[in-house]
């Protein structure tokens, strides 16, 4: 048995901070999609403490291989086209973790995600960033940093947004935020509703619990 | 239905005699038997039983020797003590499917009217048909609810029909390089290996046994054409380029110049030894016959309603007679059924035939599947 607190459950990575945040904003025994499960640590971490029923999506086959040897239930596939085959309100919640700004057609996928799931737990690494804004401006360049470390022509992260951008977003597409995580340097900052213009400036990734209006 | 005896011992190849079966065609068959082997023990629960269907020329032989040709089963890969399916732990069954020549009633076994065997009087079966004479075995083993059925290929086709008909006896389902229904290029290599037979003078309208000849020409260019099938080119390059056979330079005939030439031929003459012709044509119709889909209005999703199966779907990159895109169409369906599913596409360049070789990652993922389900399903590990 693995200790839940330590790496190797897929717990409190100085990368993925944002894993355990969701993990306590989901609720126990119920019914769990994750989109882009990468090797499935997320699953992993809310089976063992939460006792969810989860299921996986997962575009990369190696992560798709070592989530299924590791006994989660994932299939091979791609958020932007296979959402489409999940039935209505399949899952209590569905998941989405720093996948966002990686897909074709972001807002089809919260919107085919809004279908099948009841509640949504969305993260994004930031691009209101201070740092992104003054590398922009002083530099003249794409951004380089530490959540996002690839150069413009070989990012996978073809739809970054600010914390405004995708609450905006949410807007369009009526759902609601019902509450917000910033990070900023590993840090966690629990607000209400949206995230402030302090925080959009201050936070490097926002993790968002999001409802159907 | 009359009672089911079984008169071998366990570990061996053993019959069940006098049941009776309705089939797909609207014909009854009277008295079925079937041959089956099974490995391992069935603990008190009855919890711990995997089904194993075969393929195609397949037989009850997974594990172990192969009483028949002395020779090793055909998925000592996978199927033993100590191995990925644990013969220590799991109870193990393996059945001849029916139409088969492995010792289930088929086209070689003698009518009921005493005069002699079928031959082509025999009827046309499905894989449904397999499965339910599976059922009754199941049934006569006491067992409610198998722990797991898997298959490759033909052994797949069975695994989904066993999750779509019987889905409640079935607790996980690991149907590998499979598809729900049968492709039009797959009934195509069929027809091409049923026509070689057909047209093979000793064929003699399907009672070759009559005079004692058998179609062996005819059934090894069926075997030559679906073995192609079996395999990838890649695979084909690696092994035999264009190497010449036992000689420096062709010979301008049309002899076996080529290695792959001699080496398909070898296969070919290898087979009718050990498999019989008029099954070889009962069983590829019965996979022609496969649509899991048309049973249901057209609607894949519909035969996974309500499916409480966990299913491993498995494919291979370089599979080319049941593709990736046949495995995606069916984790598609079982999604939007709400199923329990797990799906990997294996990489491997050794074409169909990879799921009965040595392939890590396959191995890797029907364990770690297996374990999940065992502890899903309260198995000790």
């Given amino acids: ?12 990575d100085g990368d993925r901070i944002d894993l355990q945040l969701i993990a306590d904003r989901v609720a126990p025994n119920s019914k769990v999609l994750d989109i882009g499960c990468g090797d499935g640590a997320l699953l992993e971490l809310l089976a063992r403490q939460r006792g969810i029923d989860g299921r996986g999506l997962e575009l990369s086959q190696s992560g798709v ?5 590791r006994g989660l239930s994932v299939v091979q596939g791609n958020a932007d086209t296979d959402l489409s085959y999940y039935p209505d309100n399949g899952f209590d919640t569905v998941i989405l973790s720093q996948t966002l700004q990686a897909t074709q057609r972001p807002h089809d996928v919260l919107r085919e995600m809004a279908r099948i799931g009841k509640r949504l737990i969305v993260s994004i690494p930031n691009f209101g960033h201070w740092r992104v804004r003054l590398d922009l401006l002083l530099n003249g360049r794409m951004p380089v940093t530490g959540a996002l470390t690839a150069s413009w022509y070989e990012t996978a992260n073809i739809h970054l947004c600010t914390l405004k951008d995708f609450t905006t977003l949410c807007d369009v597409l009526d759902l609601q935020v019902e509450s917000c995580i910033t990070l900023s340097n590993g840090k966690a900052r629990r607000l209400k509703g949206r995230p402030t213009r302090r925080a959009n400036l201050l936070a490097d990734q926002g993790v968002f619990v999001l409802r159907r209006n | 239905m009359s009672a089911i005896k079984v008169d071998g011992d366990e570990g061996q190849t053993v019959r069940l005699e006098r049941a009776a ?17 099974t490995y391992g023990t069935l603990n008190k629960d009855k919890s711990n039983a995997i089904l194993i269907c075969h393929a195609l020329t397949g037989d009850q032989h997974p594990a172990g020797i192969n009483p028949l040709t002395d020779k090793e089963g055909w998925w000592t890969q ?4 100590g191995s990925i399916i644990d013969t220590d732990k799991y109870f193990v069954i393996c059945s001849n499917v029916l139409g088969g020549c492995g010792g289930s009633t088929g086209p070689q076994s003698d009518k009921p009217d005493g005069s002699g065997p079928y031959g082509l009087d025999f009827p046309v079966i499905t894989i449904a048909d397999m499965v339910r004479a599976q059922n009754l075995l199941i049934d006569h083993l006491g067992i409610e609810t198998l722990f797991c059925v898997l298959g490759g290929s033909m052994g797949g086709m069975q695994v989904l029909q066993w999750a779509a008909a019987h ?10 390089a499979t598809s729900a229904r049968h492709s039009s290029q797959n009934i195509a290599f069929h027809e091409v290996g049923r026509q070689a037979i057909l047209a093979d003078a000793d064929f003699e309208g399907g009672r070759y046994f009559d005079s004692g000849n058998r179609p062996r020409k005819g059934l090894a260019v069926a075997r030559m054409a679906a073995h192609i099938t079996y395999l990838s080119e890649a695979a084909l390059q690696r092994k035999f380029g264009r190497n010449l056979q036992d ?12 290695q792959i030439e001699s080496y398909l031929r070898h296969q070919g003459m290898s087979f009718v030894e050990r498999f019989d012709a008029n ?11 496969f649509d899991i889909a048309a049973e249901n209005g057209g609607n894949l999703a519909a035969a996974f309603k309500d499916s409480e199966t966990r299913f491993c779907v498995m494919s291979f990159t370089s599979d080319w007679l049941f593709p990736t895109s046949e495995s995606i169409t069916l984790v598609r369906a079982l999604n939007a059924a709400g199923a329990n599913v797990s799906f990997v596409e294996i ?3 050794k074409g169909h035939d990879a799921f009965l070789l040595d392939e890590p990652e396959m191995h890797a993922t029907l364990s770690g599947f297996l374990a999940s389900a065992a502890a899903a399903r309260g198995l000790a590990s």
């Fill in chain 1, 1 to 12: 048995m693995i200790d839940p607190k330590s790496k190797a459950a897929g717990n409190l």
């Fill in chain 2, 21 to 37: 079966l309705q089939l797909d065609c609207g014909a009854t068959l009277d008295h079925v038997e079937l041959a089956y082997r």
């Fill in chain 2, 247 to 258: 000689r420096d330079e062709v010979t301008y005939g049309f002899d076996a110049d080529f």
């Fill in chain 2, 347 to 349: 990489e491997s360049d």
């Fill in chain 2, 167 to 176: 889905g409640e006896r079935v607790f996980s389902a690991v149907p590998i």
């Fill in chain 2, 78 to 81: 996978v199927v033993g003590p």
């Fill in chain 1, 65 to 69: 291989n070592k989530c299924v040897a």
């Fill in chain 2, 279 to 289: 099954s070889y044509l009962y069983i590829t119709r019965a996979m022609d016959y």
